[in-house]
């Protein structure tokens, strides 16, 4: 059995990687809902909303799961997992909502450039990145659940837990924005993420 310090390390180790990944999802997101949008303000609206909403709604959640889970760690496991495999079939999943997303407009007969066509892109953008971004959410109130024995030890955690992930979170978007997207291309980059 590893000591209490020991296992602090690891996953703070682990909660910088989960950062990293996070970021390299959000960017890869912003580039491919870019194309599906057609207009890459729309895109960064739809990412940014849905991220941060599925961040708040997770946080929700998950805290209230953590509360009741026996083994946080554990959980926590399974949500980086779970975004794992998310992320690794997202194209083929995109393109499954996107399949839709026409059949629903070429039967109803809308002009591609219709309020209703472009807010039908919108709610299908927000829905292929809503799951993983409400498993984003619980990673945090676990951590913090499986590391604060006491009350009192909360809050200290929480802002070395955010301070790590967000750290990540730099980290993955340089990655992402400056070397994988240039050298690999969306694809690829998701999957380097998603691993």
Known sequence: MINKKTQFFLICILFVLSGVAALIYQITWFKHLSYFLGNSTYAQAVVLATFMGGLAIGSWWWGKKSDESKNPL????????????YCFFYMPIFEGIKSVFISIVVANEWPSDSGIVLLLKVFASSFAIIIPTILMGGTLPVLVKCLSERIEEVGNN??????????????????????????????????????
């Not at 554990?74 to 495999?85: D, H, K, Q, V, Y």
């Open 74 to 85: 554990m959980l926590f496991a399974w949500l980086e997992i779970l975004i794992g495999l």
């Open 158 to 195: 929480v802002a070395v837990l955010y301070f790590i992930n967000s750290l990540g979170a730099v980290i993955g978007s340089v990655l992402a924005g400056f070397y994988f997207l240039n050298n690999f291309g969306l694809t690829i980059t998701t999957y380097l993420g998603a691993s």
